[in-house]
């Protein structure tokens, strides 16, 4: 049977997921038009707008199909999201203009989520979960 926290990170996943993948394409509509603020915002960056909205649009899609399949109880989508969180929280603290500005309120709000989101995946009943399924699926 599969724990509760499980279902929680995975439908979480999937929401923030759709999310991501909704506002990184909205943000590819923004980018091109006269919206001051927005572009002010993906320009804060140290990486172009373009490679942003397109990282955001691949971990978007990684993090609707991990939670999907996170679900059926796939070991290889529990590994993959482990590895694209471990792989964001190293791009925030080297790219987000939030790190190194006032902007503390945010940066600990990402960062928290990155290490619950973790902590739960990392967690005892999780490792046991994934440890004994995915039979070569």
Do not use: N
Request: glycine share 6%; charged share 10%; hydrophobic share 55%.
């Amino acid at each position: 049977m599969r724990p509760k926290r499980i279902t929680f990170v995975a439908w979480l996943g999937i929401v923030v997921g759709l999310f991501t993948l909704v506002s990184s394409l909205a943000g590819m509509y923004w980018l091109y038009s006269d919206d001051a603020f927005y572009r002010s915002m993906l320009e804060s960056w140290k990486l172009p707008a373009w490679i942003q909205l397109m990282l955001d649009v691949i971990a978007g899609s990684i993090f609707l199909v991990t939670g999907i399949f996170m679900l059926k109880g796939r070991r290889w989508a529990w590994m993959l999201v482990i590895a694209l969180l471990l792989f964001q929280i190293v791009l925030y603290v080297l790219t987000s203009p939030y790190i190194r500005s006032s902007a503390w309120l945010m940066t600990s709000a990402h960062l928290l989520f990155y290490g619950v989101y973790l902590y739960l995946l990392l967690s005892e009943p999780a490792c046991r979960y994934f440890g004994q399924t995915d039979s070569g699926q």
